[in-house]
């Protein structure tokens, strides 16, 4: 069957008047463009009759859905007129100090982060002249004890990554974010979530799928900087950043072709959408009746000879291990590359980015690999690790299913002669989950975990390996996931990041000479000195140098995931070695609001076990930090025109019905 062609959406009784039209189409779907045309719109009022759709009355107009059903799109409308103003509300931070008492004033610069020793200029005047190719492997809640060549207790686990660290550069103080979505956002935007719109406490912003938002239309994507640079873009695995319009899936930001899915998780190998608080359905309202039907996570699309867009659900997919999908598509991307296909002569006439971001090892159902690569580990033959859970055995199942999926790219990079223009980057997307139904990461020895902002939940792994580029080291200096962008951009592909408001620093002139002997050593500020983890109004995970504070978050513990397979010297008192206890909420934690102030010198104390919020030693660089973080927001932050949310009416749950139940823009 021909796929569809792209971007084709049936919109019935649309407003004509441009105004109206943005309005109406940000309220269903935040800050997107439209085309539609009158035979589309014809079909879908049939579609709509025979359904008996029960729609409430006085919708300005009724629902959209993304046709499958044939059709050229035509007639597009800009809508992406943006209402940038922000909020009356100042930010409620207190102690608030005069911004011009405070010690960032001196280095503050529209680039957050960015060393007052340092400039851009300076930054990228050893930028790449040659455009190699890159892979960025993004792994899903894997934490800093994960990895074999970190990790105390799944040493056996990744030998082909810790090969690679080995021979590459490993980058030692880097950092993601707290969960998926705001981490997706950062390395595509290179903007911290307060810049986009996706800042939280917790997990507030994490895209579902029946999310009306994305990052805004008007920021400019990794792929889509990379593409005006001749860039030929492929992604793959877990997008989660917004696709309630077709103008945010990847192939309109900038991707040649995708192969993944939009939600936060799903199963393994049925691709059953996993979301909320464990939902797997959806619900619509149909002759006067509540249907509900299962939700599935897959799509797949591309871009034809004539530059024509396509997608289709991925439902061909369905029964498959989600790694050996994603890893296999890689390994053939890469493989036709150098092929005598028609193809693969247009390939090579552009350099490659590749983002492949796993799914694995997210806690979902069916996570155990059974399909492509699989093993029967005997977990008894490691002495030092035989009181492993159960969820950490399986842990070590999946995570080996990953470095065996990673050696398989590595493998093609390799016959397909492409080491000495290849750069593969491999970073976690935020810290591991101990607390998982199915797979429990670990961030030992660091406090917290994914969903908190202590270092186990932002802290994570991440190198890079270039055989041929770059020879191995270790490289120190703070690195946030932002700083992707700029890197890549700049520092590989040899291009210019124009953007004012861009967060993102290149880090690879600095990277390429921590090669050798005693690159351990050096300023770990000399390019980024701050980092802005969370900011709103009401609450901020900010650090600058050694100072991390954290405001009105929730508390968090240390985890031991491994019942007593550890040191329990490193655990604070009595705490227990049970699992389940440690994941239960436990009261005494919070106060009567729930939330608590911190500051630590994660320097001195990378375990943070010392808050030094009310010491009053600290406290003048305590209200500077405040004082700064309010100025930031208040300069910075992006308000929507419409708050992130969901459709208040069918529109997304009838469109996904209509598509078998996957999640499809609407």
């Keep these: 069957m021909e796929a569809p062609v792209y971007g084709s959406l049936a919109e019935p009784n649309v407003p004509t008047d441009a105004t109206v039209v943005q309005d109406y189409r940000s309220e269903i779907c935040s800050d997107a463009t439209t085309s539609f045309t009158s035979s589309q719109s014809q079909q879908f ?101 994960d990895l074999g060549y970190m990790s105390t207790d799944l040493f056996f686990s990744t030998p082909t990554m810790d090969r690679m660290a080995t021979k590459g550069m490993k980058i030692t103080n880097y950092y993601g974010q707290s969960v998926c979505t705001p981490a997706r956002t950062t390395i595509m935007s290179g903007k911290f979530v307060h810049r986009t719109g996706f800042q939280s406490v917790v997990a507030e912003s994490e895209v579902n799928p029946t999310s009306n938002y994305s990052v805004s239309l008007q920021n400019k994507l990794l792929p889509q900087h990379l593409e005006s640079l001749g860039y030929k873009s492929h992604i793959l695995g877990k997008w989660n950043i917004g696709h309630c319009n077709d103008d945010y899936l990847p192939l309109n930001r900038g991707a040649h072709s995708f192969l993944g899915y939009m939600g936060p998780g799903m199963d393994y190998k049925s691709h059953l959408s996993s979301f909320g608080s464990g939902n797997r359905t959806q619900t619509f309202w149909s002759h006067g009746e509540e249907q509900t039907y299962n939700v599935y996570d897959m799509l797949e699309g591309g871009t034809h000879e004539n530059g024509e867009k396509w997608w289709n659900t991925g439902s061909g997919y369905s029964g498959m291990y989600s790694t050996t999908i994603f890893a296999n598509r890689a390994s053939r991307i890469i493989r036709q590359f150098n092929s005598d296909t028609p193809t693969g002569e247009s390939d090579r006439a552009s350099p490659m980015f590749m983002w492949l971001a796993f799914h694995a090892a997210h806690d979902d159902h069916e996570c155990n690999p059974t399909d492509g690569y699989s093993f029967d580990v005997d977990f008894g033959q490691y002495t030092n690790v035989s009181k492993l859970s159960d969820v950490r055995k399986t842990f070590g199942n999946v995570l ?254 009838t469109t996904m019905y209509y598509h078998g139940g996957y999640i499809v823009p609407w």
């Design 45 to 145: 009022r049939r579609l709509k009759r025979r359904a008996g759709i029960v729609m409430g009355a006085g919708l300005v107009a009724a629902v959209v859905v993304l046709a499958l059903i044939g059709g050229e799109a035509s007639g597009s409308v800009d809508t992406k007129t943006m209402d940038a103003a922000g909020p009356d509300a100042s930010l409620s931070f207190s102690p608030v100090m005069d911004s011009t008492t405070s010690v960032f004033e001196s280095s503050h610069n529209p680039k957050v982060g960015q060393s007052s020793t340092s400039t851009r200029s300076a930054s990228t005047a050893a930028s790449n002249t040659t455009q190699y190719h890159v892979v960025m492997i993004t792994l899903d809640d894997v934490g800093m004890n």
């Design 400 to 653: 080996m299913n990953v470095d065996h999926g990673v050696d398989e790219v590595m493998a093609a990079i390799d016959e397909s002669g492409l080491w000495g223009s290849t750069v593969v980057i491999v970073q976690s997307d935020n810290g591991g989950w101990p607390c998982g139904d199915h797979t429990a990461g670990d961030n030992y020895p660091y406090r917290g975990s994914k969903m908190t902002y202590f270092e186990g939940g932002v802290k994570v792994p991440a190198f890079i390996y270039a055989p041929g580029i770059l020879s191995s080291g270790e490289y120190v200096g703070l690195m946030h996931h932002v700083d992707w962008l700029a890197t890549i951009v700049e520092g590989i592909a040899g291009g210019v990041v124009d953007d004012d408001t861009s967060d993102s620093l290149d880090h690879w002139a600095a990277i390429v000479a921590a090669q050798g002997k005693g690159s351990g050593l050096g300023d770990q500020y000399a390019l980024r000195d701050k980092i802005v983890f969370t900011l709103d109004d009401s609450y901020a995970v900010v650090r600058h140098g050694d100072l991390k504070l954290m405001y009105q978050v929730y508390n968090s513990t240390w985890f031991n995931v491994n019942y007593d397979a550890k040191d329990h010297a490193y655990f604070d008192d009595d705490s227990s070695t049970s699992l389940a206890i440690f994941c239960q909420y436990d009261s005494d934690m919070d106060d009567d609001t729930g939330k608590h102030n911190f500051l630590f010198n994660i320097s001195a104390d990378p375990r943070e076990k010392v808050n030094l919020y009310y010491h009053e030693e600290h406290e003048k660089s305590r209200d500077q930090l405040l004082s700064w973080a309010r100025s930031t927001y208040d300069s910075e932050h992006y308000e929507p025109t419409y708050p992130f949310g969901e459709p208040s009416d069918n529109v997304s749950t």
